[in-house]
Structures are given as structure tokens and as C-alpha cells.
């Protein structure tokens, strides 16, 4: 506490004692007053603290706050989101004193989506993530539907047309909209396959085709025919311009020419 104050020092042996004497000033701390206002700020927005005193100066610590000031309001600017604590300091000739406050510097909501397509196959999905965890999704045409996961949703296809998904986030900063627009496509239809002796010939028009032998892909089969070559079951896959895509029912192939004719034995 403020004011003057006596050590003293004592050395004694068998000849008698000696002291040492000193004096101290304990000088009061200036007074500092006390710091009010709000104890939140959004980034980019200002709040105003105020001190009873006048004549000190302001400071951050963490630079998560951006500081003005006058005599004795301190315009305390969110620069990024974290916590600051703010001292106003008070000095005389001797001795300097501060008070403080922990304000703490809340960010703005992010809304953004990620993933998806700008076409959707009927019933066909795919998966959209948001950023920021805690949002809402809604759907608004209702020719998909959402199925929400862990990180996001699934979008499936159901009927074919337009429609937009949206993410919302809020928190005490404001709201944050994140829209994902795309378009449900049906897909193409089913094609015929028509054999006429080694050749098979597939419904023409289709932007892309794909034959099958047995499920296996067969490479530089993409035309709309294909010459017979192997035994086994043939498939031809189609797609239109969004990519979404039918396939052909079997065509079994049993390895003979076009002339020839296969015997099969009676049972024994």
C-alpha cells in the first residue's frame, strides 16, 4: 500500500548488537479506473470501450482487434476471429497501472459447397460437402432428395428437371447462403440391337457407344455396329450429351458363321 516503510537490518554477536536502517517509499499505483462496454465484436464490425479516466493509452495483445482511440473511448475495430485482450494504461511520474478485458473477435459465417455436377442422371447420386460444419440444407423444386451424412448430403435424381440445393449457416455475425443449381436428365433409351448375319447393328443417333463381350469392355468398339467376333453374350452401351447412359439386352453369340447350322445329339 502507498506510503513510507522502515527495514531494518539487525546483526548481533556476543559484543552486542548493530542495526541497519533503511527507509522505503511504496508509491501508489495511479488509479485506472475501469473499462466497460461490449465484451463481442464480428470481424469487420465496431465496438466501442470506454474508460473512467482519462489520459491513458490502449493496447492489444493478440492482434485479432484493430484499436482507435481518443482520451478515453477505444474503437475497437474485428480484424480475424479470436480472442484479444485489451488494456488501457495509466501512467504518472512514478509508477503506471493498467486494466483490461478479453474481447473476443467472432468470425463472420462461410457458407460454400462443395462437389456435384451441373447434371444429375435420373436416379442416379452424387455428393455435396459444406465447409463450414453446422449448416442447414434444403432443396427446392423436389426432383431430387437429400440424404444428410456426417460432412453433407446425397443427391439423388428422382424426376427430371431443374433444381437448386442451398446451405445455410448462422451464427451471431449474420446468415450465409451457399446455392448448388443443376438439372435432373433422364437417361436415353434403352437401345435395340439388330443382328443381320456377323454384324450387329445398334439404334443410331446417340452421342457415344460402348460394346460389351461379356461384360468386358471391347476396345475400339464405339461405333453404332460391330462384326461379331467371339463367343459369348454382346451388349452395346449408349450415352447422351449430359452422360448418362442405357444399355442394350444380351445378344448371344455362339461362334458360328452365318451358313452354318449347329447339330445337338440326343440324349443317351
Known amino acids: 500500500s502507498g506510503g513510507e516503510d522502515t527495514v531494518y537490518y539487525t546483526v548481533t554477536n556476543t559484543c552486542g548488537q548493530a542495526k541497519a536502517v533503511k527507509v522505503i517509499t511504496v508509491n501508489p499505483l495511479p488509479f485506472v479506473g475501469i473499462i466497460t462496454g461490449p465484451k463481442e465484436v464480428c470481424v469487420g464490425s465496431v465496438v466501442t470501450l470506454t474508460d473512467t479516466v482519462q489520459g491513458g493509452y490502449w493496447s492489444a495483445s493478440n492482434g485479432h482487434a484493430a484499436l482507435q482511440a481518443d482520451l478515453i473511448h477505444c474503437y475497437v475495430n474485428g480484424a480475424s476471429g479470436g480472442k484479444d485482450t485489451i488494456r488501457y494504461t495509466v501512467s504518472d511520474s512514478l509508477c503506471s497501472a493498467s486494466a483490461k478485458v478479453v474481447v473476443t473477435v467472432d468470425p463472420l459465417p462461410v457458407a460454400i459447397i462443395t462437389g456435384g455436377t451441373p447434371h444429375i442422371c435420373l436416379g442416379f447420386t452424387v455428393v455435396l460437402k459444406g465447409v463450414s460444419a453446422g449448416g442447414t440444407w434444403a432443396i427446392s423444386n423436389g426432383n431430387a432428395t437429400i440424404t444428410p451424412t456426417d460432412t453433407g448430403v446425397v443427391v439423388t435424381g428422382m424426376h427430371a428437371g431443374n433444381d437448386s440445393i442451398t446451405y445455410q449457416v448462422t451464427n451471431n455475425c449474420g446468415t450465409a447462403f451457399a446455392a448448388y443449381y443443376f438439372e435432373v436428365d433422364t437417361l436415353p433409351d434403352t437401345p435395340l440391337v439388330t443382328r443381320i448375319e456377323s454384324t450387329l447393328y445398334a439404334t443410331t443417333g446417340y452421342p457415344a457407344y460402348q460394346w460389351y463381350l461379356d461384360t468386358n469392355p471391347l476396345a475400339g468398339a464405339t461405333a453404332d455396329t460391330i462384326v461379331l467376333n467371339g463367343k459369348g453374350d454382346y451388349t452395346v452401351?449408349?450415352?447422351?450429351?449430359?452422360?448418362?447412359?442405357?444399355?442394350?439386352?444380351?445378344?448371344?453369340?455362339?461362334?458360328?458363321?452365318?451358313?452354318?447350322?449347329?447339330?445337338?445329339?440326343?440324349?443317351?
Not at 449408349?238 to 458363321?257: A, D, L, P, R, W
Not at 449347329?262 to 440324349?267: D, Q, S, Y
Request: proline share 9%; with cysteine; net charge negative.
Open 237 to 268: 452401351l449408349v450415352t447422351n450429351i449430359y452422360g448418362c447412359s442405357s444399355v442394350s439386352e444380351n445378344i448371344k453369340f455362339g461362334g458360328c458363321g452365318p451358313d452354318q447350322i449347329l447339330v445337338f445329339p440326343n440324349p443317351a
